[in-house]
Nanobody, 119 residues
Framework: QVQLVESGGGLVEAGGSLRLSCVASGTFSTINLMRWYRQAPGKQRELVAGITASGSTNYADAVKDRFTVSRDTAKNTVYLQMNSVSPEDTAVYSC?????????????WGQGTQVTVSS
């Protein structure tokens, strides 16, 4: 029904920047909420940032003031601008969307994109 495809991951040096994108496609009415999560090896998945349909945002303390989440509603796309990255930001970053499909809200996940920060 809804597919989420992330892109923009890769290898970056500490202190550098990276921009992730997540595009939603399929048949749906509205995307209520989009979030970025990450999971590092041996750790639990954690919320990185989220943005509502109205544009309200929230961030994990670990990324506040370094990462910025934004969305292009017309393109059904959410972005994560990552600045001043550190090796602790190394993880698989996944996109999540809370989507109105057929009158019901559903959860959808992307496959994830690897971000590796070298020291």
């Amino acid at each position: 029904q809804v597919q989420l495809v992330e892109s923009g991951g890769g290898l970056v040096e500490a202190g550098g920047s990276l921009r992730l994108s997540c595009v939603a496609s399929g048949t749906f009415s509205t995307i209520n909420l989009m979030r970025w999560y990450r999971q590092a090896p041996g750790k639990q998945r954690e919320l990185v940032a989220g943005i509502t349909a109205s544009g309200s945002t929230n961030y994990a303390d670990a990324v506040k003031d370094r990462f910025t989440v934004s969305r292009d509603t017309a393109k059904n796309t959410v972005y994560l601008q990552m600045n001043s990255v550190s090796p602790e930001d190394t993880a698989v970053y996944s996109c999540y969307a809370y989507v109105l499909v057929g009158g019901r809200l559903n959860n959808f996940w992307g496959q994830g994109t690897q971000v590796t920060v070298s020291s």
